[in-house]
């Protein structure tokens, strides 16, 4: 079965061309070429995975991972943009993306990163040290099936890569964790990771 993704593109023949070769990729596409468009497509159907544009003719990317945050937090999401300076990087990160690409890109890494976090998500979902519910950590409720993270009143979506790090945390409660086995449950090898980048995204 066709896995069913979210493209979210208001450039009509970039939004073609990217519907047509990811559909030959087992991907079942959804188009939408504005925030309106696309939280009506998120009202009508779940998704598994949502490639997002931030520049949108009414309004941003960034509102509708907001909105996906909030509807679907089990849906893995990429952003695709030429909006690719450290604060729009760092923006769609907080907002819960798990990945972010610049134009111009190469289909072939656009494809290998969605199918890279759809992995994380069903190696977390099928996880056997995953808790059966919600788990309190520190002052934060955390649920590995939704995704999600509540701090008070306060919910938080959590990436499929923040859900891996705390899961292993868990388990791993009271003993050091090495950079290494941090870096082999959360990043796939064709991701070229490194020692910084963990520090980083632990910091963050």
């Known amino acids: 079965m066709d896995t069913p993704l979210l493209l979210v ?45 931030v520049g949108l003719p009414d309004g941003t990317g960034f509102q509708v991972a907001r909105h996906l945050s909030e509807t679907s937090p ?10 690719g300076t450290p604060e729009d990087r760092i923006h769609g990160l907080e907002l819960g993306a798990d990945d972010y690409m610049t134009k111009p890109f190469a289909f072939r890494e656009l494809v290998l990163r ?48 923040e859900c891996a790090v705390l899961q292993l945390l868990l388990e791993k409660a009271g003993k050091a964790v090495s950079r290494d086995e941090i870096l082999s449950r959360a990043w796939a090898p064709d991701e070229f990771p490194t020692e910084r980048t963990v520090d980083n995204f632990i910091l963050r």
Do not use: C, W
């Open 74 to 83: 089990q849906t893995a999401m990429l952003f695709l943009t030429a909006y």
């Open 9 to 53: 593109e208001d450039d009509t023949n970039v939004a073609r061309t990217l519907s047509e070769r990811l559909g030959g990729e087992g991907f079942a596409v959804t188009h939408a070429g504005s925030v309106a468009e696309a939280k009506t497509a998120i009202a009508q159907q779940r998704f598994i995975a949502a490639i997002l544009d």
């Open 114 to 161: 969605v199918h890279n976090i759809l992995k994380r998500a069903r190696d977390i979902s099928q996880s056997t040290a995953a808790p059966a519910g919600p788990v309190q950590i520190g002052i934060a409720l955390v649920d590995f099936a939704r995704f999600t993270a509540h701090s008070g009143q306060t919910p938080h979506r959590l990436t499929h890569k």
